[in-house]
């Protein structure tokens, strides 16, 4: 599905991160205090320094190991565990596997669903109809490239229906409003991955309005663990260590200049493609920072003329989203979903 890496000139994503001069202090201060991981003090200040990045208060988010961990630990400090009444997670289909993997992590069943082929995303006004909504626990849904969901039209859904929602914004650490999530009730997962903008290497953070679902949040992240040793609820590991929290604030020192960078690289794509023609294919953000440039084919044999030539001009690319979740094999998720995705994204 993707060119050869022996061939590619021009990756599709090449992070960079802070450098060893950066980190060094940070280094230093975890040789002097010997506290590696357990909520160190780099992870504290890390966690009060985002908080004060978003605007929202330290008891409103949560760090943890990866944006996969973020979204188990949200999803057993919202649903606990699966019932017979209640054993589904409804989700798209068009997302990254990690989103399923969360799910059966918490051992409820993924429920695969078209997205809407403007949004590329469920559509919560369509989803109040969705007859599985009487076997479903939780609707997970998905912030794809980096584009946040309507956050009050969910929370209208969940008025209307009672059934809690998640956010995977993965790729929204620039994009997402952190105001407007602790003023609601829809709380968010971020990915704090090498190929994000925003990286601590590898990391997520939660964003809620609630304190109280943060708490239960970091208690399951830590062994059901939380000011002291009685183990509650499900939990696994799911810490951030001291040396990930040491590149997430060496990043935030540097974070106006790379951010610039992203912009300046989208607001490029931009007018090359104005100049070609591609200006109606392709898609990059210009007013936040996002890591994804994603050409939109209009049909399957369009993408794989754009594939071949990307690959003669020894450019990289990538399908995403592969071709769904429903196409895995093996699958993560059952049973199928509704009705198959009709678009088709490359990233280059």
Request: charged fraction near 20%; hydrophobic fraction near 45%; include cysteine.
């Amino acid at each position: 599905m993707t060119a050869a890496p022996s061939e590619i000139s021009i990756p599709v994503n090449r992070p960079r991160l802070p450098t060893a001069e950066r980190l060094l202090p940070y280094l230093r201060e975890i040789d002097a205090t010997r506290q590696y991981s357990n909520f160190g003090p780099l992870q504290t200040r890390l966690q009060r320094s985002l908080a004060d990045h978003h605007g929202v208060g330290a008891a409103n988010l949560a760090l943890a190991a990866s944006g996969t961990a973020a979204l188990l630990a949200l999803i057993q400090a919202i649903v606990g565990g699966p019932s017979e009444r209640r054993p589904l997670c409804l989700c798209p289909s068009y997302t990254f596997v990690g989103t399923a993997a969360a799910i059966r992590l918490a051992r409820l069943q993924p429920f695969l669903l078209d997205v809407d082929p403007l949004s590329w995303a469920l559509n919560p006004a369509s989803l109040e109809t969705c007859p599985e909504l009487e076997r479903a626990a939780l609707v997970l849904v998905v912030a794809p490239y980096g584009r946040p969901p309507d956050l009050d039209a969910w929370q209208t859904f969940t008025r209307r229906t009672g059934i809690p929602v998640i956010v995977d914004a993965a790729a929204c650490f620039d994009s997402i409003d952190a105001a407007a999530v602790v003023r609601g009730s829809i709380p968010v997962a971020v990915s704090l991955h090498a190929t994000k903008t925003f990286s601590t290497g590898e990391g997520g953070l939660i964003l809620a309005a609630d304190p109280q679902l943060i708490d239960r949040a970091a208690r399951a992240l830590n062994f059901g663990f939380r000011d002291d040793r009685s183990s509650s609820g499900p939990c696994f590991n799911g810490k951030l260590s001291e040396y990930h929290a040491a590149v997430g604030l060496a990043e935030l020192e540097g974070w106006a200049t790379k951010r610039q960078g992203f912009l300046l690289a989208a607001r490029s794509y931009a007018r090359r493609a104005a100049r070609s023609g591609w200006s109606h294919a392709l898609h990059v953000r210009e007013d936040h920072a996002c890591p994804y440039a994603l050409l939109m084919a209009a049909d399957q044999p369009q993408a794989k003329t754009i594939e071949a030539e990307l690959s003669r001009a020894h450019v990289g690319w990538r399908h995403w989203y592969g071709w769904g979740l429903h196409r895995q094999r093996p699958s993560p998720a059952a049973p199928p979903p509704r009705c198959p995705t009709p678009t088709i994204s490359l990233a280059a």
